[in-house]
């Protein structure tokens, strides 16, 4: 029985590991129906859209795009907010692959799961072992839904009508922010995160669509930066003092 094999790094049961797992898969793969109408609802063909969910696999990345495109968003800078949402994965990347330590011909396709959810799920888990079977069962069950889900949405898009009177768009943003929002443990982590809401919000009204995500992004590295002149000060001082 599943439940009844410890791993190797905690005694965490194997079986608890994949309820864990599964929840966190359901639970956001479902969020892919909200993606299907909003990308159908943007303009975009049945086939766009079920491609996006397959070789994208990133819903942060994708509703960003196709919101940037339905406010009448050029490509490029749809795109292009989608691309930097998707080059934190590249980090979880160099993360999970020392967690995970996976065999050299799996992970090229284990690539394509690293996302927030399976990162969350690893790291979560007390060993190698748990954190693989973690990742596996996450990536396969929301994969498998996010699919699913994105397919009766977007065949669903005309039965629902206006999907921004339904507020569909926001589902899988708020999925996402539920998901970040207990990882904001240290000062900075949450300076961050409120200065690029002030900036992402407040520049909606004055820039082009899809071009607030990109200005967003400064957020890390301006808080960075003023935090690092700010030690740089206290050091003067002390030396000064001595």
Known sequence: MLADVRDDGGGKP???VVRDALGVGVAVGLSGFAFGV????????????????????????????????????????????????????????????????????????????????TTAVSLAQPGRRAARIGFVVTGLSLYVLWNLTTLLGALGAEAIGDTDAWGLDAAGP????????????????????????????????????????????????????????????RGDTAEGDR
């Open 38 to 117: 909003t990308s159908a609802g943007s303009g975009l063909t049945l086939l766009q859209t079920c491609a996006l969910s397959l070789l994208v696999f990133t819903g942060a990345s994708q509703f960003a795009l196709v919101g940037a495109l339905a406010a009448g968003g050029g490509a490029f800078t749809a795109a292009a907010g989608a691309f930097f949402l998707g080059v934190r994965n590249a980090f979880y990347g160099l993360r999970l692959s020392q967690l995970l330590a996976l065999p050299r011909a799996v992970r090229p396709f284990a690539a394509q799961w690293v996302i927030d959810e």
């Open 174 to 233: 708020a999925v996402f922010l539920a998901l970040l929002a207990p990882m904001l443990r240290t000062g900075t982590e949450r300076t961050v995160a409120g200065l690029a809401v002030l900036l992402g919000l407040g520049l909606l009204p004055v820039l082009p669509a899809g071009v607030p995500v990109l200005v967003a992004a400064l957020a890390a590295p301006a808080v960075l930066w003023a935090r690092g002149r700010k030690s740089t000060s």
């Open 14 to 16: 194997d079986g608890a």
